[in-house]
């Protein structure tokens, strides 16, 4: 009798193990799917924004997150996106975008990360960058250096941009915090009787 209460107890664990595995992986491809569906729609806006061009489809053909110490805290990806006409469902470029996530709080358990394309970035050194990561291209001690200083290099340009936009930010919240005095009519001022109260005896 104790042996089959066991052998129950044991199947009932492992179709558990197997239905949370099995909703584990769902709930990652779902997650997946939303995430590019959102930087899909960020890659939209910033085509949008600086060539003023709509209506257009963007397939991924590479995503790589950047590692190392400066990306330890930040989620920055490399994003080659091939963008098709939908007219012509023709591969019209292919173009290479760095894309950030920044984890924004919803409440005291939850967050959600939030996508912004960063900048438009050259699609050759894009595809160096990332087969060096995987080990397909190997290189000398001089090549790492001097790839590590281009890369500390756009960090600081980086830093620097995100501190005059914070500066400027700053300024216009000070400029329209100045409460402009209203300016009265000498005439209004003149005709305009003075409250004296009275004290009843």
Do not use: C
């Amino acid at each position: 009798m104790f042996g089959i209460i066991v052998i129950i107890l044991l199947v009932v664990v492992i179709i558990f193990l197997i239905v949370t595995t099995i909703t584990g992986k769902k709930a990652k491809k779902n997650e997946i799917k939303q995430r590019k569906k959102v930087v899909r729609d960020e890659i939209k806006n910033y085509i949008f924004q600086e060539e003023k061009r709509k209506n257009l489809r963007i397939n991924f053909e590479q995503v790589f997150a950047r590692k190392g110490p400066d990306y330890k805290y930040r989620d920055v990806f490399d994003v080659i996106v091939d963008i098709v006409e939908p007219k012509t469902n023709q591969v019209t470029e292919v173009k290479a975008y760095e894309i950030e996530g920044f984890p924004v709080r919803i409440d005291k358990k939850n967050t959600r990360i939030e996508w912004t394309v960063n900048r438009e970035i050259d699609i050759e050194e894009t595809r160096r960058r990332i087969a060096i990561a995987e080990k397909q291209i190997k290189l000398s001690k001089e090549e790492k250096k001097a790839l590590k200083q281009e890369e500390v290099s756009m960090m600081k340009e980086k830093r620097e941009k995100e501190r005059l936009e914070y500066k400027e930010i700053k300024q216009k919240q000070k400029e329209e915090k100045k409460v402009v005095t209203p300016v009265v009519d000498d005439k209004l001022k003149k005709s305009t009787v003075k409250f004296v109260p009275k004290r009843n005896k």
